[in-house]
């Protein structure tokens, strides 16, 4: 059993910044790739990017590509999820996901488990 706990949402500006933070506990975090959904108000949880269990392999939505990046630190069981250029549109909750897989996308059949979620809030 893998517990998450997400924290670091909050309001902020367009063109603003926020990193959010999953942390890890129970089972060792080291086999289990990573990643981050988020959902909107009526519409489905979406993928958002993911790290694979080292954290050297990651993928993003191309929504979020040069914006965002994730990022896994295993030694702090601790997966971050850096946002840069925050828009309107990027408002939900976000969601931390883990599985003992190699690489969590798009694709993949939810798995794992799961935070609680972390509301973010961009202004504009």
């Known amino acids: 059993q893998v517990q998450l706990v997400e924290s670091g949402g909050g309001l902020v500006q367009a063109g603003g910044s926020l990193r959010l933070s999953c942390s890890a506990s129970?089972?060792?975090?080291?086999?289990?790739?990573a990643a981050w959904f988020r959902q909107a108000p009526g519409k489905e949880r979406e993928f958002v990017a993911a790290a694979g269990w080292n954290g050297a392999s990651t993928r993003y939505a191309d929504s979020v590509k040069g914006r965002f990046t994730i990022s896994k630190d295993n030694a702090k069981n601790t997966v971050y999820l850096q946002m840069n250029s925050l828009k309107p549109e990027d408002t939900a909750v976000y969601y931390c996901?883990?599985?003992?897989?190699?690489?969590?996308?798009?694709?993949?059949?939810?798995?794992?488990?799961w935070g609680q979620g972390t509301q973010v809030t961009v202004s504009s």
């Open positions: 129970g089972r060792t975090f080291n086999n289990h790739a």
């Open positions: 996901n883990a599985a003992q897989i190699p690489l969590i996308t798009s694709a993949t059949k939810p798995q794992g488990y």
